[in-house]
């Protein structure tokens, strides 16, 4: 099995055969060259909301835009975001539920070319389009005690996604036409009611991730259609959160959690599908989640009104670049350099009746992606989540859980360049992204 992986070592290496750390031409198989050039974007575009991490975990928490996520206790979900909340919550509890996603990202031809030996500028054309379907997710949380000092749960949940898919005449065809990403966890958590007012918290993560991606070849044997690249991958890992829930007042609650990173070590084959070029060969990466830390506040300023909000930093840096192998031992190394991101969230709740709870927020929410280096497969920006939600009593102890959120983003470049040494040939992919999302959420909650 040839291995893959994602390191930081500053180096440039492409299809073309040039290492561009010092202009020495390095020779590969025509076979190697077109995998590895399509190859590059094995983990370099899979990004939804904030990279390609998904926040919808509770749809309480996504009413309010995930403000104060990690400092309230109001369902067996809170353990997702802060696992030092079971100690707060009252008695045993359930709840579950799923979203709808619905992203839209308009991709537009600015341009894009091909590079055929002595001729450049010939133009790339084909459809301008969204790529994104809506796609489910779902949780389920449970909760309970096991001395009124100690707390057990158990979350399964998606933390990481995407699915896309283009037409096949997309313009961007050779950069991504198909991507399906997808981190189920399964996590078992504790908590420690230390005192009254602090509470302590960890959570053991069990990660299955498996990835399918897809790219279109230009074909040399027959001008008219296009050859394609197929990648698939999948993993097990085991990843760690901690948390803090500190109330120094009954109407007021901070909580401080961090999410450790988790390597993948995916393996599985990438095949390529060129008339007499077909082959199919082992493959392998690494694909490096980030760290997270987030800090939230509650404040229960009357009775009925409570006031939130919250702060995240993510770890997106540790993916620099994309260092690909396959079993014939050709190497790729392609600079991503994904950057730290922050995300921000004000929020509010307020309980209109007895059974009825109204909440609503509003967050900013960063790209890792950087302009040099954004993909079709992550047309992705910063953006601006709206978010309304609320909570109704079907009976004493059983909750029906609604939100909606709307995404504005911002308009941004695309720029993906890929090489093919043996055919002298270099397609670059330009274009002009610009985004807008809706997230409905349906969940149900109970106390037993």
Request: aromatic share 8%; charged share 20%; net charge negative.
């Amino acid at each position: 099995m040839t291995k893959a992986r994602f390191i930081g070592d500053g180096t440039l290496q492409d299809p073309t055969g040039i290492d561009h750390s010092t202009g020495r031409s390095r020779r590969l198989t025509c076979g190697a060259a077109l995998a590895l050039a399509l190859g590059m974007n094995l983990w370099a575009g899979v990004a939804h909301a904030g990279g390609f991490y998904l926040d919808e975990r509770s749809v309480r928490a996504s009413g309010r835009a995930y403000a104060g996520a990690a400092a309230i206790a109001d369902d067996a979900g809170a353990q997702t975001y802060n696992p030092a909340t079971l100690a707060a919550l009252s008695g045993s509890q359930i709840s579950g539920g799923g979203y709808l996603i619905m992203p839209r990202a308009r991709v537009r031809n600015d341009g894009s070319h091909m590079d055929v030996g002595p001729f450049t500028g010939i133009p790339v054309g084909g459809a301008d389009d969204q790529g994104f379907d809506p796609q489910p997710t779902g949780y389920l949380h449970l909760a309970t005690p096991v001395t009124p000092d100690f707390w057990l749960g158990l979350s399964a949940s998606v933390p990481f996604g995407l699915k896309d898919e283009y037409d096949a005449d997309f313009f961007g065809r050779y950069d991504s036409t198909r991507s399906k990403v997808a981190v189920i966890e399964l996590a078992p958590s504790i908590a420690w009611a230390a005192t009254p007012q602090l509470s302590l918290g960890a959570t053991l993560s069990v990660q299955r991730a498996s990835v399918t991606l897809v790219n279109a070849v230009p074909n040399p044997f027959d001008p008219e259609s296009d050859g394609s690249f197929h990648v698939k991958g999948k993993d097990w890992s085991v990843g760690y959160a901690l948390g803090v829930l500190w109330r120094p007042a009954p109407d007021f609650s901070l909580g401080l959690s961090y999410r450790g990173a988790v390597d993948h070590r995916m393996t599985g084959s990438a095949a390529l599908d060129l008339g007499p070029m077909a082959t199919t060969q082992d493959a392998a990466a690494d694909l490096r989640l980030p760290d997270m830390i987030t800090l939230g506040l509650a404040w229960d300023v009357s009775e009925r009104l409570t006031l939130l909000a919250g702060v995240s930093r993510f770890g997106w840096d540790r993916f620099k670049e994309v260092r690909l192998e396959l079993e014939d031992g050709s190497e790729l190394v392609s600079p991503e350099n994904f950057r730290d991101t922050w995300s921000v969230s004000l929020g509010a709740e307020w309980k209109a009746h007895d059974r009825l709870t109204l909440r609503g927020g509003v967050q900013w929410d960063e790209t890792p992606t950087v302009d040099a280096h954004r993909s079709t497969r992550i047309p992705d920006a910063d953006r601006l989540w709206l978010a309304v939600g609320a909570s109704y009593g079907l009976t004493e102890n059983l909750w029906l859980d609604l939100s909606l959120s709307h995404m504005f983003a911002n308009t941004e470049p695309i720029n993906r360049a890929i090489a093919y040494a043996d055919f002298a040939t270099t397609i670059v992919t330009t274009g002009t992204t610009r985004a807008r999302s809706n997230i409905i959420g349906v969940g149900l909650s109970s106390k037993f």
